[in-house]
């Protein structure tokens, strides 16, 4: 029968037999809140004094200390999906490989030494097959994604690929052929009908016509071997070449897939990692 409260404010509890006095005692729900102080604190910028409010947060270490045992993880991703998002970071020393749904929902996750074959078929593995991949263009992901999904689209992210072509010519070209070629790459932003992606595949083989002839260009090195006298520019026209020629340009054209990949971009990380773990607990 009830017996008061607890001065903290919980039911207390009187046995009519033997009259011991007790609260009744949740451990789920402590260590319900325990694990979201857990995650607060692991995703958050607040130390763990200021989450426990003591001076040292020894009193939150000793209550979450079973939370680093935790190995969240997420249910089998069994629908099957327009577009599939894929992207790579590192953390310390590690890479996190992830896949999120074009809806925004992290479907999978593969910890790995690097983005190897290996490492994307795992991924991929995971979950169902679906009409278009959009990547960043990282090492393996091609050959991953025939062994895998044989019968998906390929689409390179558009932003990636201009950060690249900036890398390799700088975001100022000091050449024409540089400056023609960063501005054509750039342009990809206004490309969003077939029409367009034709004219601008036109205005490629312009330039190529006017600037092809550099990227061929020798020149005699200090050490005494030859080597290619605009050898950032003939990278970059490479890269843009072998996307065009792979057919993973104006995917999202044809399809509506996204063009991009930054929709997966930190937030989601941390999203993941929250509802993964909560379910966990």
Same mark, same amino acid.
């Given at each position: 029968?009830?017996?008061?409260?607890?001065?903290?404010?919980?039911?207390?509890?009187?046995?009519?037999?033997?009259?011991?006095?007790?609260?009744?005692?949740?451990?789920?729900?402590?260590?319900?809140?325990?694990?979201?102080?857990?995650?607060?604190?692991?995703?958050?910028?607040?130390?763990?004094?200021?989450?426990?409010?003591?001076?040292?947060?020894?009193?939150?270490?000793?209550?979450?200390?079973?939370?680093?045992?935790?190995?969240?993880?997420?249910?089998?991703?069994?629908?099957?999906?327009?577009?599939?998002?894929?992207?790579?970071?590192?953390?310390?020393?590690?890479?996190?490989?992830?896949?999120?749904?074009?809806?925004?929902?992290?479907?999978?996750?593969?910890?790995?030494?690097?983005?190897?074959?290996?490492?994307?078929?795992?991924?991929?593995?995971?979950?169902?097959?679906?009409?278009?991949?959009?990547?960043?263009?990282?090492?393996?992901?091609?050959?991953?994604?025939?062994?895998?999904?044989?019968?998906?689209?390929?689409? @390179?992210?558009?932003?990636? !690929?201009?950060?690249? %072509?900036? #890398?390799?010519? $700088?975001?100022?070209?000091?050449?024409?052929? +540089?400056?023609?070629?960063?501005?054509?790459?750039?342009?990809?932003?206004?490309?969003?009908?077939?029409?367009?992606?034709?004219?601008?595949?036109?205005?490629?083989?312009?330039?190529?016509?006017?600037?092809?002839?550099?990227?061929?260009?020798?020149?005699?090195?200090?050490?005494?071997?030859?080597?290619?006298?605009?050898?950032?520019? @003939?990278?970059?026209?490479? !890269?843009?070449?072998? %996307?065009? #020629?792979?057919? $993973?340009?104006?995917?999202?054209?044809?399809? +509506?897939?996204?063009?991009?990949?930054?929709?997966?971009?930190?937030?989601?990380?941390?999203?993941?990692?929250?509802?993964?773990?909560?379910?966990?607990?």
């Amino acid at each position: 029968m009830k017996n008061g409260r607890h001065r903290s404010g919980t039911q207390r509890w009187r046995c009519p037999s033997c009259g011991a006095s007790s609260v009744r005692r949740r451990p789920d729900v402590t260590r319900r809140e325990q694990l979201r102080q857990f995650v607060t604190w692991l995703v958050g910028k607040h130390t763990q004094a200021e989450i426990d409010g003591t001076a040292s947060g020894r009193t939150f270490r000793r209550h979450t200390m079973w939370c680093w045992d935790i190995e969240p993880r997420l249910a089998p991703a069994t629908t099957i999906h327009h577009a599939i998002l894929v992207d790579g970071i590192w953390i310390s020393g590690w890479c996190l490989l992830i896949a999120q749904s074009d809806t925004g929902h992290v479907l999978a996750w593969q910890w790995s030494g690097g983005e190897s074959v290996a490492a994307w078929k795992a991924l991929l593995t995971q979950v169902a097959a679906p009409g278009v991949l959009v990547s960043d263009g990282g090492t393996g992901i091609p050959t991953a994604l025939g062994m895998c999904w044989p019968e998906t689209k390929h689409q @390179r992210c558009l932003f990636h !690929l201009q950060m690249r %072509v900036s #890398r390799h010519l $700088t975001m100022n070209p000091r050449t024409d052929a +540089g400056r023609a070629l960063r501005g054509l790459v750039m342009k990809l932003s206004s490309v969003h009908d077939e029409d367009a992606a034709i004219v601008w595949q036109i205005q490629l083989d312009e330039w190529w016509r006017a600037f092809g002839h550099l990227t061929k260009e020798r020149t005699l090195l200090r050490n005494g071997q030859f080597g290619f006298t605009h050898d950032r520019l @003939r990278k970059a026209w490479l !890269l843009v070449r072998g %996307v065009v #020629r792979n057919n $993973t340009l104006f995917t999202y054209v044809t399809y +509506g897939n996204p063009r991009t990949t930054s929709p997966l971009e930190g937030v989601s990380i941390v999203r993941s990692v929250r509802s993964s773990a909560a379910t966990a607990g």
